[in-house]
């Protein structure tokens, strides 16, 4: 056992010693109560003021997810969406539907592109200089979130764990400094798509996903090319919510104007990793015409056999059913 230690009566316990701050554990609590919790702002996904990563393969709908959360948030803030994957016409047809109408975005969403025309200060490296740029677009914004799309054209070593950490740490001092929630968009590298997605499909893996408060990822369905889920890896304010045995489903469609993730409910990960045969193809459109036969809904059939409702819909309408 160890040696008890005295402490002198009258010894300040609250002190700031070198590099570190000292308090007592009930004065860290108490001050931490009197300052608001932060909020919920994406499904139990994402909190307001965390630094967070959302990945996936090429094609899942990253930039899709991340355009949505920001129209969601931007009713109540200003969002900065730095968007390196879309150009203005690529970005405007996704929201813009066959009548010519386009989406109504909040004015409070501000979308950001490189500008291949700036003048870059001699004694800048490009990334320091698209740093001091999102920081003066924070400023002069007062935005609220920053959604990075992506990562990895900002530094193309991500892969790297080394080249991983100075990125990060310079966008968790501007969040730090300016009061922020950053998304930061990243990509993974092919993976084994019959495996669950763990934290080493992430770019830059355990640097990166050690130095954020959150990570969640974007699924695909073998099954579906439409159905997405998002699976929860890494959470500070909760238990893991959706977790492989309760990922949450999603259908990508557009909805009139809007390009987005439609909610379906919830399962298992191990149901989407499935792949299935031509054969067993044939055999899934002959059980959903039978159910649809016995008068189950779209959605019912749908959630039988983990595919999407518009799956549902197109096999019982295909052609002589062939």
């Not at 954020?212 to 990822?217: K, L």
């Amino acid at each position: 056992m160890g040696t008890k230690v005295e402490i002198k009566q009258g010894t300040d316990l609250n002190q700031n010693i070198d590099f570190l701050i000292a308090k007592p554990v009930n004065e860290w609590i108490k001050e931490a109560s009197l300052r608001e919790t932060p909020r919920d702002l994406f499904n139990k996904l994402i909190y307001e003021g965390d630094l967070g990563i959302l990945f996936a393969s090429s094609g899942a709908g990253k930039s899709i997810l991340a355009c949505q959360f920001a129209d969601e948030n931007s009713k109540n803030e200003i969002v900065l969406l730095l968007d390196c994957e879309l150009s203005d016409k690529q970005f405007q047809l996704r929201y813009t539907n066959e009548a010519g109408d386009n989406y109504p975005f909040k004015d409070n969403f501000i979308r950001l592109e490189l500008n291949p025309d700036a003048d870059k200060p001699e004694k800048l490296t490009d990334e320091d200089f698209l740093m001091q740029s999102i920081e003066n677009c924070v400023t002069t914004t007062g935005a609220k979130i920053l959604i990075v799309d992506n990562i990895t054209y900002l530094r193309q070593d991500t892969e790297k764990a080394k080249e991983a950490l100075p990125l990060m740490k310079k966008l968790k001092a501007i969040k730090k400094k300016y009061d922020l929630t950053v998304l930061v968009i990243a990509h993974t590298p092919k993976r084994d798509a019959t495996k669950p997605i763990s934290q080493n499909d992430l770019s830059g893996s355990m640097m990166l996903y050690n130095f954020c408060d959150q990570v969640f990822a974007i699924g695909t369905s073998n099954a579906d090319p439409s159905l997405r889920y998002i699976k929860q890896l890494k959470t500070r304010y909760t238990e893991t919510l959706y977790g492989e045995d309760n990922v949450i489903l999603y259908q990508v469609e557009k909805n009139n104007c809007f390009l987005g993730f439609t909610f379906l409910g919830y399962g298992k990960e191990a149901d989407y990793l499935r792949q299935l045969s031509e054969p067993g193809k044939k055999d899934l459109e002959e059980q959903v015409n039978v159910l649809h036969g016995l008068g189950k809904s779209l959605r019912e059939i749908a959630k039988e056999f983990n595919i999407s409702p518009s799956r549902v819909y197109r096999i019982i309408n295909k052609p002589l059913n062939k």
